[in-house]
């Protein structure tokens, strides 16, 4: 029987502008060594729950569990084991691919040596050995997407979270990255993929769960979830079913 | 290590926006050299300043020699003849001159004549002989001095107040000429004498500081340590641009994620802005000490403690850069935080004394100088260039800027929590 590794319990969070909640009573389990697909439409709460995951915001209620630890107690020692890749290229454009994955090393706290061999070991697997020494505004959006993804994984975290870590790449970036996060689960890294790329998830998510409204409408193993539907040929054909058709700003 | 690595990161970040580097260093050194250029007549005073005058000599006898006599030499007047009066004053209307001394015909006859009288009528009040043929009341000499009413007020008055000494001496010489002729009446064998009155009383002027005599405030002593705080305030351009970026391109966000805490970010952010402070500050010492003598300005004198300026310098730089994070912390937008920015500065300036001395500002902008962290700044430079302050006198104004700095510092990270602890 797998740990779990993520344990949400009754998540609620209102903002004061707001006038319904971002997230009602959440409660999930993430097991250890998943890779765990946080699925919903615009406005699902899905980036309200990472930034909870993250320590980044304060629920209204509910608790928020991750290695076994209290989040909103020890959320700086946390940080420390989580890996973070958010939708936004937090990149210094000015800055080589190099010195940006140095300096977030050194940020992480790690040696000088233990960077520099991750460093090496990263751009190899993304592609990016040859561009170490270039400027990050060089880069095209996928080259941006591979190094914004690698300065997530640099200090081994045990949980990556990572926010549309496909958006805006070309399809050879998108099987490089895929590839790479099946191969990081099998290491025993527990992986969290909030995305908006149902064929993705389908592709690497052992669990997922559909979030709609700030509400969480279906979680479970992928096969669960794909069995509960059998009149659904597809991850996508569910996810119309459960969350509907209307649009969503 | 976290620390280091952030200044290091600072470091390529600034080396690499080549429009910062100008902002920092280039522009701050053009300005006050040119500020220093521009502002180094009007900070001259009458004494280091040559004026063209012109003289209209219509009386052609002992008083306008004495007046041109009393000018051939000097430093600060050169006297150019001019025949005719409407001319003259054409040519002061115009600004070819700055003023006309026109002395009216007649003039040392009707002095002279004024000043026998005098004599004559104290000599009759005491009962002493006196020739009285001559009661006839004369008019005032009319003297006149116009002037270009583009000329400075302090010019106006050195040279009215020149003219009227001279005028004065004169008087008291004939006055003494005419009581030695009276008194002598009818002994011929009485030797009169020509007095020196200027070896009565010696009017000494020095100042007060025991280093440098004759050390006054000139456009340099006054705009390199003025606009080098400028430049150190303007700071916050870069910084606040720095760090609206990092937080618009998400660099900022992952920095949070990665940290548990953000003093190590924002503490070398803070150091590596200091130090560049501090840098712009001996770059502009600097060209105040070497470049601006070669300009033909005065040298930059260091009167005080070597060490008081650093610590001055460094006070200077920790309330700059403690700004430049209140004004990129509390603006959401670049062009929020660098236009409020920038004009807030140059009111700091203005009011701190920065464009001109808070001396010769209003009462009311005087008493407004006294809260701008600039205005303690330049008031410690002065200081210690100019009098040698000791520490204790410079030390209410080090302790308001390493205050300012630390109240926008706590300022701005209360700011932070409040809008990133949601």
Known sequence: ?249 | MKILATIYKEFLLLIRDPGGMALIFIMPLALVVVMALVQDAPFRDYQEVKLDVLMVDQDGDSLSAKVKEAFKDSPNVNLVMEGDSVTAKRLVRSGKYKAAIIIPPQSSKTLRRKTRQLITTVFSNFGLPADRSDSAVLPAIELKIIFDPAIKKNYQQSLSGSIEKIIANVQTHWVLDELQNQLSEGNEDVKKTDFDLSQIVNVNQGFASEKYQGFILNSVQHNVPAWTMFAMFFILYPLAGNLIKEREEGSMLRLRLISGSQVPVITGKFAFYFMVCLIQFLMMIAVGIFIMPLLGLNKLMLGGSSLLILLTACSVAMAATGYGVLIAVYFRTAQQALSFGSVSVVILSAIGGVWVPVYVMPEVLQTISGFSPMSWGLESFNDLFLRQASLVKIMPNILKLVGFSLVTLGASVFIHKARTVV
Do not use: W
């Not at chain 1, 707001?18 to 439409?41: D, H, M, N, Q, R």
């Not at chain 1, 990472?50 to 209620?61: K, S, T």
């Not at chain 1, 990263?122 to 095209?140: I, M, N, P």
């Not at chain 1, 059998?230 to 649009?247: A, D, H, M, W």
């Open chain 1, 1 to 249: 029987m797998s740990t779990r590794v993520v344990h949400l319990e009754h998540l609620t969070k209102q903002y004061i502008q707001s006038s319904k909640p971002a997230v009602t009573s959440l409660t999930l389990e993430i097991p250890e060594g998943s890779v765990f697909g946080l699925l919903g439409p615009n406005g699902a709460g899905k980036s309200t729950t990472v930034m909870i995951l993250c320590g980044l915001m304060r629920p209204d209620a509910g608790a928020v569990s991750v290695m076994g630890e209290d989040m909103l107690q020890k959320g700086a020692l946390l940080r420390k084991k989580i890996g973070v890749a958010p939708q936004e290229i937090a990149l210094f454009p000015s800055l080589t691919a190099y010195e940006n994955l140095f300096y977030f090393g050194r940020m992480y706290g790690l040696p000088s040596e233990l960077i520099r061999s991750q460093i090496e070991k990263y751009l190899h697997v993304f592609g990016l050995s040859e561009k170490a020494k270039k400027h990050v505004h060089t880069f095209s959006g996928g080259m941006k997407r591979r190094l914004n993804l690698i300065a997530a994984l640099l200090h081994q975290p045990k949980l990556v979270i990572l926010d549309e870590p496909t958006a805006g790449v070309d399809v050879q970036s998108r099987n490089l990255i895929l590839d790479f996060l099946v191969d990081l689960k099998t290491q025993g890294t527990t992986i969290i993929y909030s995305s908006h790329v149902l064929e993705e998830a389908e592709r690497i998510c052992s669990h997922l769960s559909i979030l709609d409204e700030g509400r969480l409408i279906t979680t479970g193993t992928r096969a669960s979830v794909m069995d509960a539907h059998p009149e659904c040929r597809n991850l996508e054909q569910i996810f119309l079913k459960l969350t509907g058709k209307n649009i969503r700003d």
